[in-house]
């Protein structure tokens, strides 16, 4: 069974520092990976989108990266600005199958 | 439309009825996804619309949930006799083809409140 985990739970930063957020999941016979942001009380949305054949995403200050064959993405986020405050979300789609699986998120706070 | 919209943005209701959940997406998309997220949690499939058909319905937690796209656009999720554990955000998605290529987007959500 996909499992997908991130870490940490929550960040809090200074504003202008450079940050890694982590993804890890269980099975790598995954079809992509997408990342998400999420504001309070809100919906999902997209940040980048991976396929497995790729390696990396970039869209303006975000950077992701995908290792499949050991579980891992990272989200790099730079110079970060208080408007990054949100949580985080990482999916996975299995392949074969339509569905993401989600992680729990990292609650991301950027002090000003 | 330009996105998928979700009605309604709120809903409280007491335990035991029944409830209905909207969801129009994006307009072209013929995929469609509903998942179901409680507090502190990452989103949770509960089942996904290929057209008018329901492709996989494996994330729905009991037959008291259902869930019909009748004309391959808008999606209703219905809930019977309430639960106070169904409290949660019911977001819904939607995609250009099913989700392989080109990822999701979602809605604002549902906040349904059972109490």
């Known amino acids: 069974k996909q499992e997908v985990t991130q870490i940490p739970a929550a960040l809090s930063v200074p504003e202008g520092e450079n940050l890694v957020l982590n993804c890890s999941f269980t099975d790598s016979a995954i079809y992509n990976l997408q990342w998400f942001r999420q504001d309070p009380g809100k919906g999902l949305t997209s940040l980048l989108l991976i396929q497995s054949s790729q390696r990396e995403q970039t869209s303006g200050r975000l950077n992701a990266s995908l290792d499949k064959s050991s579980g891992r993405s990272t989200l790099y986020i730079a110079a970060s600005q208080p408007g990054d405050s949100a949580t985080y979300l990482c999916?996975?789609?299995?392949?074969?199958?339509?569905?993401?699986?989600f992680g729990t998120g990292t609650r991301l706070k950027v002090l000003a | 439309g330009a996105g998928v919209s979700q009605t309604p943005s709120n809903k409280v209701t007491e335990k035991g009825k029944y409830v209905e959940l909207r969801c129009d997406p994006i307009s072209g998309h013929t995929a469609l996804y509903w998942y179901r997220q409680s507090l502190g949690q990452g989103p949770e499939f509960l089942i996904y619309?290929?057209?008018?058909?329901?492709?996989?319905d494996s994330g729905l937690p009991n037959d008291r949930f259902f869930a019909v796209r009748p004309e391959g656009s808008v999606s209703t999720l219905k809930i019977q006799r309430t639960e106070r554990g169904d409290s949660a955000v019911y977001l819904c998605?939607?995609?250009?083809?099913?989700?392989?290529?080109?990822?999701?987007?979602f809605g604002s959500g549902t906040r349904l409140t059972v109490v």
């Open positions: 619309f290929q057209g008018t058909g329901a492709a996989d």
């Open positions: 999916a996975v789609t299995l392949t074969g199958t339509y569905k993401y699986i």
């Open positions: 998605a939607s995609s250009l083809t099913p989700g392989q290529n080109y990822g999701y987007t």
